[in-house]
């Protein structure tokens, strides 16, 4: 009687004991009944002749306890593996979220270089053809340095008419004196058609001063574009960076499926991703520099042709107030023709008109 009652308490303990430890499972073998078994049921035990409480009770049999252990060796390498291979695609999936995100934010910067790209190219053109009209400028102002000694030229024909024309008074009381002045008149018609040709060529000058001025307001234009450029690389330089120091893990173990346009640079045209975030960083500092550098040098020839061009406007200031001196010299010239030519004898009117001659001469030189 004693024998069996320790046999039943054995028995009892040794069944606790196997559902306890299929229990501990947590249905490691997926059919869903929580018991770490693959037999459909959830009483703990598995349906072959070795897993069951009298064989196992007998502690001898030690080839039905290497079955058990193996088994159990077996079920715990499956759930390992089912973990392990759980854990991978919560990585691949983690992976290619991550990927995808950094694609998203390649394909904005790469939007946001072309972008740049392209207003640097505007800006080019504009530049070029900025350049070429100062270039046409400066060949008109030399045509006005060409007039302007032709003027000189003009006052000098004009003094010499004048001298002709004291020598036509004097010799008016003589019997070819009409002769004479009919002479003075056609040269002083001639000097007129010349003053209203320099007329012209005034208006056509101060056109051309209006036309400086108008470039030189498309100078400041393009300089408040230069600075909108540079704030706009800047701002796009440090996404670069942030970008570079977000990816930098996940880019060592994987490429990105989208590449960078222009690396940020406005000079390349290749679509190859830098290998590491350093050459990435310093291609766009050199791209930066160079941009830097080639503002500062577009700025001063701007500033040179700015001061040639206001050279060449107080030139013409002062050509247009010689024309001016010309021409109130040439209606006093005009005004003493028609005096000599009414008057037979002009003594003290010729010494009048000298005088007052000689007096504008001196106000105009001082």
Do not use: C
Not at 230 to 240: A, E, P
Not at 317 to 342: F, N
């Amino acid at each position: 009687g004693g024998s069996e009652n320790s046999s039943s308490m054995t028995n009892d303990r040794n069944k606790s004991r196997n559902r306890k430890s299929n229990n501990d499972d947590a249905d490691a073998d997926g059919d869903g009944n929580g018991d770490g078994n693959n037999d459909g049921n959830n009483d703990g035990y598995n349906n072959d002749p070795y897993d069951n409480t009298a064989a196992f009770n007998d502690k001898n049999d030690s080839a039905v306890l290497s079955r058990w252990i193996v088994r159990r060796f077996e079920r715990l390498v499956t759930t390992a593996a089912a973990h392990e291979r759980r854990a991978l695609e919560d990585l691949k999936v983690r992976h290619r979220k991550e990927d995808s995100l950094i694609s998203a934010k390649l394909e904005e910067v790469s939007g946001a270089v072309a972008q740049t790209s392209g207003a640097l190219r505007l800006r080019r053109e504009q530049i070029s053809d900025l350049k070429r009209r100062k270039i046409e400028a400066f060949k008109q102002l030399a045509a006005l340095e060409t007039e302007q000694s032709q003027l000189v030229k003009l006052e000098q024909e004009a003094a010499a008419a004048k001298r002709e024309l004291a020598k036509a008074e004097q010799a008016a009381a003589t019997a070819g004196a009409d002769k004479e002045l009919a002479a003075t008149a056609a040269a002083l018609d001639r000097i007129q058609r010349r003053v209203s040709l320099l007329r012209k060529e005034r208006e056509q000058a101060a056109a051309r001063a209006e036309e400086l001025s108008a470039l030189r307001m498309k100078q400041s234009d393009l300089e408040s574009k230069e600075a909108q450029i540079q704030q706009v690389l800047s701002v796009h330089g440090s996404t670069i960076l942030s970008l570079l120091k977000h990816a930098d893990p996940v880019m060592a173990k994987s490429s990105p499926t989208q590449t960078l346009a222009t690396a940020a640079t406005a000079t390349t045209t290749t679509n190859r991703i830098p290998a590491t975030s350093e050459e990435l960083k310093g291609a766009v500092n050199r791209a930066l520099a160079a941009l830097k550098d080639m503002v500062q040098r577009r700025a001063k020839s701007l500033r040179n042709a700015q001061a040639k061009a206001e050279v060449a406007k107080s030139r013409l200031e002062g050509a247009q107030s010689d024309l001016e001196s010309t021409k109130r010299e040439m209606t006093a010239l005009a005004a003493a023709i028609a005096t000599g030519m009414h008057a037979a004898g002009v003594g003290g009117a010729d010494l009048a008109l000298d005088s007052d001659v000689k007096r504008r001469r001196g106000e105009r030189r001082g």
